[in-house]
T-cell receptor, first 110, second 115 residues
Framework: RKEVEQDPGPFNVPEGATVAFNCTYS??????FFWYRQDCRKEPKLLMS???SGNEDGRFTAQLNRASQYISLLIRDSKLSDSATYLC???????????FGQGTELSVKP | NAGVMQNPRHLVRRRGQEARLRCSPM?????VYWYRQLPEEGLKFMVY????????ESGMPKERFSAEFPKEGPSILRIQQVVRGDSAAYFC?????????????FGQGTRLTVV
């Protein structure tokens, strides 16, 4: 079983749609969680951290369920510029390395 | 404050040659990570280093690959006797220290092509 698993993609949605990405992690010692975004196989860039209480940044909402070892990202009112690959990232405080999910590709169409 | 700098951006090597990839972390960052992304695949962890120490190299192939992060100068990922399967994008990331919640910043990557 992979340490971090994401929804298989791609997701093809119209502009304005709401889309949700899911991610599960296998190591219960995982302590820090992030969503990164990667455009056209360029360098990944941090989209947002994920906190236990859930957090929102504009159209983006991230949630963490430690009991289920599950992380989600919700994008509301999708824009064309949201088209990218979204990467779920987990850090195990015992090791310190960032573990990436395989990524979910989002394509927002006009 | 410049971001994470990787060079070269593109590197072409013939089979059997050596490839050296350099990564200069952001100022004040003492932790460096190397990742490999094969065509059509996700990012795979290779190695995690602090200054002069390898913390975790569980993702490094057992042969031909080595990494260092000296006290002075950039981190180096070295691939000896390259093969076609080494063709990939190699990304470096840095962070200031390891504490929960600390994000890592990525360089633009080195695209290695083995011909």
């Amino acid at each position: 079983r992979k340490e971090v698993e994401q929804d298989p993609g791609p997701f093809n949605v119209p502009e304005g749609a709401t889309v949700a990405f899911n991610c599960t992690y296998s190591n219960s010692a995982s302590q820090s969680f992030f969503w990164y975004r990667q455009d056209c196989r360029k360098e990944p860039k941090l989209l947002m951290s994920v906190y236990s209480s859930g957090n929102e940044d504009g159209r983006f909402t991230a949630q963490l369920n430690r009991a289920s070892q599950y992380i989600s990202l919700l994008i509301r009112d999708s824009k064309l510029s949201d088209s990218a690959t979204y990467l779920c990232v987990v850090i195990n405080n015992q090791g310190g390395k960032l573990i990436f999910g395989q990524g979910t590709e989002l394509s927002v169409k006009p | 404050n410049a971001g994470v700098m990787q060079n070269p951006r593109h590197l072409v090597r013939r089979r059997g040659q050596e490839a050296r990839l350099r990564c200069s972390p952001m100022k004040g960052h003492s932790h460096v990570y190397w990742y490999r992304q094969l065509p059509e695949e996700g990012l795979k962890f290779m190695v995690y280093l602090q200054k002069e120490n390898i913390i975790d190299e569980s993702g490094m192939p057992k042969e031909r690959f080595s990494a260092e992060f000296p006290k002075e100068g950039p981190s180096i990922l070295r691939i000896q006797q390259v093969v076609r399967g080494d063709s990939a994008a190699y990304f470096c990331a840095s962070s200031p220290s390891f504490r929960g919640g600390t994000e890592a910043f990525f360089g633009q990557g080195t695209r290695l092509t083995v011909v």
